[in-house]
């Protein structure tokens, strides 16, 4: 059974820095592409940042420079680092795997970051 579950969402100060974790289970990591979402209250979810399978990565123009994903194939684990961090980076982030051989999707539960002082 495939399951995605991050870690390392908070609190933090704008100009902080946070790095969430999404660990996978079901041996689809090293045939996924994996993705962060976020959602803010009351906004559509976006997409954030993606890593292939290769290592290429592509970011959302909002977080373009300040964020940098990546993986750990070893550790069935994609990171996000999230650097000068603002109150509209403040949402609940998401990882999603999408299999290259299905193209089946597959979703954490979603780790909450909040930005304020």
């Known amino acids: 059974q495939v399951q995605l579950v991050e870690s390392g969402g908070g609190l933090v100060q704008p100009g902080g820095s946070l790095t969430l974790s999404c660990a996978a289970s079901?041996?689809?990591?090293?045939?996924?592409?994996m993705n962060w979402y976020r959602q803010a209250p009351g906004k559509q979810r976006e997409l954030v940042a993606t890593?292939?399978?290769?290592?290429?990565?592509n970011y959302a123009d909002s977080v373009q420079g300040r964020f940098t994903i990546s993986r750990d194939n070893a550790k069935d684990t994609v990171y996000l680092q999230m650097n000068s961090l603002k109150p509209e980076d403040t949402a609940v982030y998401y990882c999603?795997?999408?299999?290259?051989?299905?193209?089946?999707?597959?979703w954490g539960q979603g780790t909450q970051v909040t930005v304020s002082s």
């Open positions: 079901g041996r689809i990591f090293s045939s996924s592409v």
């Open positions: 999603s795997a999408k299999s290259i051989w299905t193209s089946r999707d597959y």
């Open positions: 890593i292939t399978t290769g290592g290429s990565t």
